[in-house]
């Protein structure tokens, strides 16, 4: 199946502590995605990333770090220095140049 | 800058009659313009896309929306809600302004079907 995969469904975050959310994508994409997600909001971009060992801020990227050392892989870390962290987040991928993207399934994160 | 406004942050239908989903959109070029929808708990699904090859677009599950340009709209609808039609939906434009593709999203707006 091809398909955007993200772990754990969920997650909980104690204070000061760092957590990585992952998002794994079997589509062939070169762009990948990380948004986050508020009740009855919609979607606000945290980082994005065109290409490999490439990626750049979105609208609210303080707190958070990504990597991406895979075409496949974009995970994103909640760093301590995220201080609301509770949120809803979805990673996307996207062909380039293209301009839909598909939505993997979304980790909850919870703080203790 | 691109932008989009979902003018209804509710609707409630009775099953069996028709949807109407309403989105405004503000953009300096010709958009590009989408609805997705969301079940709870759930990731976001892409029921249509426009982008200028018609203006009526045809989607997944018998959505369709219509583009209109003098209007700014991008109205979604279906003839008949189904119970599994409950979700949130989204309208979101793209803006290529920034040298890549930035989704816009509207604040969404929650579909309740009733028996």
């Known amino acids: 199946d091809g398909g955007i995969t993200q772990s754990p469904k969920y997650l909980f975050r104690k204070e000061g502590q760092n957590v990585t959310l992952s998002c794994e994508q079997n589509?062939?994409?070169?762009?990948m995605y990380w948004y986050r997600q508020d009740p009855g909001q919609g979607l606000r971009l945290i980082y994005y990333?065109?290409?490999?060992?490439?990626?750049q801020k979105g609208d609210i990227a303080e707190g958070y770090s990504v990597s991406r050392e895979k075409k496949e892989s974009f995970p994103l870390t909640v760093t301590s220095a995220q201080k609301n962290p509770t949120a809803f987040y979805l990673c996307?991928?996207?062909?380039?140049?293209?301009?839909?993207?598909?939505f993997g399934p979304g980790t909850r994160l919870l703080v203790l | 800058a691109q932008s989009v406004t979902q003018l209804d942050s509710h609707v409630s239908v009775s099953e069996g009659t028709p949807v109407l989903l309403r989105c405004n959109y503000s953009?300096?070029?010709?958009?590009?313009l989408f609805w997705y929808v969301q079940h709870p708990n759930k990731g976001l699904q892409l029921l249509l896309k426009?982008?200028?090859?018609?203006?009526l677009v045809k989607g997944i599950n018998g959505f369709e929306a219509e583009f209109k340009k003098s209007e700014t709209s991008f109205h979604l609808t279906k003839p008949s809600a189904h119970m599994s039609d409950a979700a949130e939906y989204f309208c979101?434009?793209?803006?290529?302004?920034?040298?890549?593709?930035?989704?816009?999203f509207g604040a969404g707006t929650r579909l309740a079907v009733h028996p």
């Open positions: 996307a991928s996207g062909g380039q140049g293209g301009e839909t993207q598909y």
């Open positions: 589509l062939n994409h070169d762009a």
């Open positions: 990333s065109q290409i490999v060992n490439d990626f």
């Open positions: 953009s300096s070029y010709s958009p590009s």
């Open positions: 426009y982008t200028s090859a018609a203006t």
């Open positions: 979101v434009v793209s803006d290529r302004t920034g040298g890549y593709n930035k989704l816009i």
